[in-house]
């Protein structure tokens, strides 16, 4: 069984196929460097160039694999959640492709695919706790099957990334911040007590990390020295930029990742009060970040409960999660038709899968 992935959610066109043995092939085009421009996601500029990618990008996929459009057998996609012209773009494209070639659609949560992805590396465990945390969401899930997952807790304002974004911003990185804030932090020392655990004082599992910022933004106001400079002209960001920044902000960095970090593990100890997991899942962009995978495998480890996080590049938005996520739905029997819809962010994905008989 051979499975079309596609992922135009955000600002990541992604491709890949898949099959039961694994990873047959992928590929991926990014737009951070359109974006940077413009310091976040341009939502119209965003769906253009999905619009303008995909095609070459189907294409090369078919070459670099050495398969045809008649090998596939599935084509899933991500409907949602995620800027709805971006979504429509893929969805589009994966409906031309299934009545050209007549094989079912299926549509994807893209929330459940980076979950899932790390199904492709060890053998997911049901019910399992999932710890998706992204730019766009930071949400514990219980995963009772791969199209049966419950959300017990979740952000009320900031994702961890964005949390991640802006803190970076506001010390002078490049965007996005985290992937570099994840740099400088491994270099400093961790204060535990410099930044607060945003949301704690409550009994319940949801985030705001918007506490966090509003904490950073005060201590930079008190700690101007560790503003950076920029690299000097002609340099990037390399590794010598972060050796030779300032103490201060490695600091900075190394202390506000690992409060953000301990705040995930605070939550993620409560809603093991609710359920007993099999195992526990990270995802996400976020879920690259040193710090947190750090905590949460000792988190793990306290509870005797096997870590799985997908490698850093199943991470980041890519089809890889996509295609795989759809096969392991298409092997429970489920597909959609061509009235499959993208869905808008802020929206519920409805569980509307036709089943195979
Ligand atoms: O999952 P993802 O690629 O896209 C969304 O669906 O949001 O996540 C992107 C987020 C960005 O906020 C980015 O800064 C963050 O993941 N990120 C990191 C790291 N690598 C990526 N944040 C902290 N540490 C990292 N190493
Ligand atoms: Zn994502």
Not at 86 to 98: I, M, P
Request: with cysteine; hydrophobic share 45%.
């Amino acid at each position: 069984m051979l499975v079309l992935g596609i992922e135009t959610s955000c600002d990541d066109t992604g491709l890949a196929l898949v099959d039961e043995k694994g990873l047959v092939a992928s590929v991926m085009a990014s737009q951070v460097p359109l974006h940077a421009l413009f310091g976040g996601v341009v939502p119209e500029l965003a769906s253009r160039e999905h619009a303008r990618l995909i095609g070459p990008l189907f294409d090369k996929l078919l070459s670099e694999s050495g398969k045809k459009l008649s090998d596939i057998d599935r084509i899933a996609v991500t409907r949602g959640p995620g800027l709805l012209g971006s979504l429509l773009v893929g969805v589009a494209f994966a409906k031309s492709l299934a009545l050209a070639a007549g094989i079912p659609l299926i549509g994807v949560n893209h929330l459940h695919a980076h979950l899932l992805v790390a199904d492709l590396e060890n053998k997911l465990t049901f019910p399992a706790l999932g710890i998706l945390v992204s730019g766009g969401h930071t949400h514990l899930i219980k995963m009772n099957s791969p199209h049966d997952m419950q959300v017990l807790g979740k952000t009320l304002d900031d994702a961890a990334g964005e949390a991640c974004d802006k803190f970076g911003k506001m010390l002078g990185l490049p965007y996005p911040g985290g992937m570099y804030l994840d740099k400088l932090g491994q270099l400093g020392k961790i204060d535990k007590n410099l930044f607060p655990r945003p949301y704690t004082k409550n009994e319940n599992c949801d985030f705001s990390f918007s506490g966090m910022k509003t904490a950073a933004a005060l201590w930079l106001e008190q700690h101007k020295n560790a503003l950076l400079a920029l690299p000097p002209l002609g340099q990037n960001y390399s590794d010598d930029f972060f050796e030779n920044a300032n103490e201060e902000a490695k600091n900075g960095a190394a202390s506000y990742l690992y409060s953000m970090a301990d705040t995930l593990v605070i939550k993620a100890r409560r809603v093991l009060k609710e359920f007993s997991p099999t195992c526990i899942v990270v995802a996400g962009g976020v879920a690259a970040n040193s710090f947190v995978r750090k905590q949460l495998a000792e988190f793990a480890s306290e509870n005797h409960l096997p870590l799985y996080i997908p490698k850093n590049k199943f991470c980041s938005d890519n089809g890889i999660m996509v295609a795989h996520t759809g096969l392991l739905l298409v092997k429970m029997g489920l597909y959609h038709d061509e009235n499959l819809t993208a869905i808008a962010r802020g929206k519920p994905i409805p569980n509307d899968y036709r089943v195979m008989v």
